[in-house]
Structures are given as C-alpha cells and as structure tokens.
Nanobody, 117 residues
Framework: QVQLVESGGGLVQPGGSLRLSCAAS????????MGWYRQAPGKQRVLVAH???????NYADFVKGRFTISRDNAKNTVDLQMNSLKPEDTAVYYC???????????WGQGTQVTVSS
C-alpha cells in the first residue's frame, strides 16, 4: 500500500508564488521517478514536471523558467516551487510516483491551485 500526501495549494495573485509538497509512504523503499501533473477544468491531465532518483528533470514547456522541481530521496518527498504564477496555471495539481521503471504508478488526491486577482 502506497500513500501520497500533498500540501501547499491555495489561492495566489498573478505573479505570486506557491510551493507544493508531496510525501510518499507505505510499501516503497526507493522511487525511480516523482513528479507533478495538473488538470484544469474541462481539460486533460498533463505533465508539469518530473524528476528521477538521480536528479534528471523534465519540465513542460509552459512552466520552464518559472517552476522548479526537487526531491529528497531519503524522505521520499517531492516539491514543486512555482513562481511567476499566471491565471492559466489554475488547476488541480496531482503528485505522481513511479517506484520502478515499467511498474505501477501512484497518484495523490490532488491539491487545488488558483491564480486570481
């Protein structure tokens, strides 16, 4: 059993910042890849960023230069620092982990991020 607990969402004005955190626990020892996806109303869930256990990162074009993903392998946590937020960043953000390449992935419950004045 794997649990993902997300925190850090909320309401922020355009140009502001938020930091999302996700902690993984349960029947996992190490995690190959951790990341964040988002889903805006009426749209599909899309990748925001992910990071491997050796620190290789991948960002969606729409967040490059504004968001930074980081992780703590010892604690099985992943953070997403979001700067220069825009109204179009409004979405539910989901934590995602892939413990082993080719294995099952797991999702968090999601945390709402709203960017509005």
């Amino acid at each position: 059993q794997v649990q993902l607990v997300e925190s850090g969402g909320g309401l922020v004005q355009p140009g502001g910042s938020l930091r999302l955190s996700c902690a993984a626990s349960g029947s996992i020892f190490s995690i190959y890849r951790m990341g964040w996806y988002r889903q805006a109303p009426g749209k599909q869930r899309v990748l925001v960023a992910h990071i491997t256990s050796v620190g290789t990162t991948n960002y969606a074009d729409f967040v490059k230069g504004r968001f930074t993903i980081s992780r703590d392998n010892a604690k099985n946590t992943v953070d997403l620092q979001m700067n220069s937020l825009k109204p179009e960043d409004t979405a539910v953000y989901y934590c995602n982990i892939l413990p082993r390449w080719g294995g099952s992935e797991f999702w968090g419950q999601g945390t709402q991020v709203t960017v509005s004045s």
